[in-house]
């Protein structure tokens, strides 16, 4: 199994973000993921940010992902898809049960499908 050889947390708008980015999880876009380091606690909806151009696009985590902004994208069935697939692991994470090296680990490993 492949480690995830670069944890990137960044400081996005006062939060702390883990990035996973496009050509690790084999989507067209980069994914964001509120870290568990963040000195804020995760509230609202479990969702995840998606990077469309210079805009991050919130997305729910459920079995149902839906958009949470009036901005669409094209490729969004495949955001979704891969939100289904890892939807036990992001909610991990998002309750804290999980490390960002365990979430990011986990999603960069598959191969593309």
């Not at 400081?11 to 996973?20: C, E, H, W």
């Amino acid at each position: 199994m492949k480690k995830y050889k670069n944890l990137k947390l960044n400081t996005k708008d006062g939060f702390t973000i883990a990035r996973a980015s496009k050509e690790e999880i084999h989507l067209p876009c980069d994914i964001l993921i509120k870290s568990n380091n963040s000195a804020y606690k995760n509230e609202g909806f479990p969702r995840v940010g998606v990077v469309i151009g210079n805009n991050i696009v919130p997305v729910s985590i459920s079995d149902n992902p839906k958009i949470l902004s009036s901005y669409n994208f094209d490729y969004s069935d495949y955001v979704f898809l891969w939100i289904i697939k890892y939807q036990e692991i992001l909610l991990k994470h998002w309750n804290g049960d999980v490390s960002d090296l365990v979430l990011l680990n986990t999603v960069s490993n598959d191969k593309k499908e």
